[in-house]
Antibody, heavy 121, light 110 residues
Framework: EVQLLESGGGLVQPGESLRLSCAVS????????MAWVRQAPGKGLEWVST????????YYADSVKGRFTISRDNSKNTLFLQMDSLRVADTALYFC???????????????WGQGTVVTVS | QSVLTQPPAVSGTPGQRVTISCSGS????????VTWYQHLPGTAPKLLIY???QRPSGVPDRVSGSKSGTSASLAITGLQSEDEADYYC???????????FGRGTKLTVL
C-alpha cells in the first residue's frame, strides 16, 4: 500500500524558515517524480514544486521561487521542502504528492498524503 | 486567481446525477488532458479521473469525466452520501509551464 506521511509543519513568524518532510512507503521512491501542493485556508489547491526522480530536476511556482527548495533522500525514502523567508501568504496545508509516471502522457498526481499545517503569523 | 473556473458549489439528493464543470483556455484544457481529484477535509486528496475520462482502479463506474474544447466535466450518478466532498479539476498550462488547479467545487448531498 502506498503511503505518504508529511511532518514538520508549525507556527512561525514572517521571515523565518521551516523544513517539511514526507516519508513514503509502498513503492520505489527513486523511480517517481514527487511534488508539494498546498491549500491556503478557504482556498483551492495550488502546486508548489516538483522534483524528478531519482535526483531532479526541480521546478517551482513563481510564488515560492527563490525562497523554497525541494529535495529528496532516496536512501531514506523521504521528500523535503525547505521553506525560507516565509510570508503570511504561505500559510497553508501542505500536501506531499506522487506524480504519475511519464508513460501516462498526462500530468497528474496519483497518491497524496494528508498534509501538514504551516502557519506564518 | 485560478486559471480554471469551477462552480463553488453543487448539490443533489441521493440517487441523482450531478455534474461539475471546469472551464479553461487554449493554453491549458484546450491542449492538455484533465484530471479530477476528490478531497474530504482532513484526509488525503484522491485521484478520481485522469486523462480526461480514465478511472483509476477502485473508482466506481458511476463516476465519469469528459472534455470538449476548453471545458471539462465530472459526472456522478447514483449520488451517495459518501460523495459529499470537494472536487478539483486540474491540468497542465502551456503558458504558465506548470500544473494548475480549479478553485474546487463543494458537493453537498441533501
Amino acid at each position: 500500500e502506498v503511503q505518504l506521511l508529511e511532518s514538520g509543519g508549525g507556527l512561525v513568524q514572517p521571515g523565518e524558515s521551516l523544513r517539511l518532510s514526507c516519508a513514503v512507503s509502498g513503492f520505489t521512491f527513486s523511480d517517481y517524480s514527487m511534488a508539494w501542493v498546498r491549500q491556503a485556508p478557504g482556498k483551492g489547491l495550488e502546486w508548489v514544486s516538483t522534483i524528478g526522480g531519482p535526483s531532479g530536476p526541480s521546478y517551482y511556482a513563481d510564488s515560492v521561487k527563490g525562497r523554497f527548495t525541494i529535495s529528496r533522500d532516496n536512501s531514506k525514502n523521504t521528500l523535503f521542502l525547505q521553506m525560507d523567508s516565509l510570508r503570511v501568504a504561505d500559510t497553508a496545508l501542505y500536501f506531499c504528492a506522487r506524480k504519475a509516471p511519464d508513460y501516462y502522457d498526462t500530468y497528474h498526481f496519483d497518491d497524496w498524503g494528508q498534509g501538514t499545517v504551516v502557519t506564518v503569523s | 486567481q485560478s486559471v480554471l473556473t469551477q462552480p463553488p458549489a453543487v448539490s443533489g439528493t441521493p440517487g441523482q446525477r450531478v455534474t461539475i464543470s471546469c472551464s479553461g483556455s487554449s493554453s491549458n484544457i484546450g491542449s492538455n488532458t484533465v484530471t479530477w481529484y476528490q478531497h474530504l477535509p482532513g484526509t488525503a486528496p484522491k485521484l478520481l479521473i485522469y486523462n480526461n475520462d480514465q478511472r483509476p482502479s477502485g473508482v466506481p463506474d458511476r463516476v465519469s469525466g469528459s472534455k470538449s474544447g476548453t471545458s471539462a466535466s465530472l459526472a456522478i450518478t447514483g449520488l451517495q452520501s459518501e460523495d459529499e466532498a470537494d472536487y478539483y479539476c486540474a491540468t497542465w498550462d502551456d503558458r504558465l509551464h506548470c500544473p494548475v488547479f480549479g478553485r474546487g467545487t463543494k458537493l453537498t448531498v441533501l
